[in-house]
Every structure is written in structure tokens, then in C-alpha cells.
């Protein structure tokens, strides 16, 4: 079982950043892909970015494409969203989600089998 942690949401203007982490507990943590989403009020949970186990292969939205790094430290049992120049489009609830790699699905939610509490990031125009 893996039970995962988000911290680092909080209000920002719009063109600022923020950086989520992901504390992850349990000693499988290295073996999971790991995935971030978000979910704006009155809207379906959608993809952010995955990263695979060894943080060799990474995936972003289209929306937030060179603005947004995901990273990890499997040492420290931690991924990480890095996310600049935010836009109020931004805002909403984040969650991190931890599952095994898949190529082809990584943008789905099924994909994934854990998943933290999450972090709200609101971004102000």
C-alpha cells in the first residue's frame, strides 16, 4: 500500500509559480509511475503530467507544455511539480497518483491506484 501526501498549493497571481511535492510512504515507491492531475470546480478530474519509475520519461498535458516540470526522488520518496508562468486556468484542486507505467495510458485515471488527499492551487488574474 502506498499513501501518498500533497503539499505546496496556495494563491499566486497569475504569471507566478509554485511548486507541489508528493510524499509517498511505503518501500514501492521507486516502482510506481506517478502521475499529477487536477480538478476545477464543476469540472471532470483531467491530466497533468506523469513521470515513469526511474524519472527517464515524462508526460505533460498540451496545457501545460513549457510551463510545468514533473520530477521525483525516489530517495526521498517524493515527486515533484514544478509550475511557472500560471495562468487562472490553472486553478483547482491538485492530486498526485501513483500506478504502473503504461505508454498508452498515462492520461487515464484508471490508470492509477492511489491517491492523495490533494492540494488546492488558486492562481489570481
Known amino acids: 500500500q502506498v499513501q501518498l501526501v500533497e503539499s505546496g498549493g496556495g494563491l499566486v497571481q497569475a504569471g507566478g509559480s509554485l511548486r507541489l511535492s508528493c510524499a509517498a510512504s511505503?518501500?514501492?515507491?521507486?516502482?510506481?509511475?506517478m502521475g499529477w492531475f487536477r480538478q476545477a470546480p464543476g469540472k471532470e478530474r483531467e491530466f497533468v503530467s506523469a513521470?515513469?519509475?526511474?524519472?527517464?520519461?515524462?508526460y505533460y498535458a498540451d496545457s501545460v507544455k513549457a510551463r510545468f516540470t514533473i520530477s521525483r526522488d525516489n530517495a526521498k520518496n517524493t515527486v515533484y511539480l514544478q509550475m511557472n508562468s500560471l495562468k487562472p486556468d490553472d486553478t483547482g484542486v491538485y492530486y498526485c497518483?501513483?500506478?504502473?507505467?503504461?505508454?498508452?495510458?498515462?492520461?487515464?485515471?484508471?490508470?492509477?491506484?492511489?491517491w492523495g488527499q490533494g492540494t488546492q492551487v488558486t492562481v489570481s488574474s
Open positions: 497518483s501513483a500506478g504502473p507505467f503504461s505508454r498508452n495510458y498515462y492520461q487515464s485515471i484508471r490508470t492509477y491506484l492511489h
Open positions: 511505503g518501500r514501492t515507491f521507486s516502482s510506481y509511475a
Open positions: 513521470i515513469s519509475w526511474s524519472g527517464g520519461t515524462t
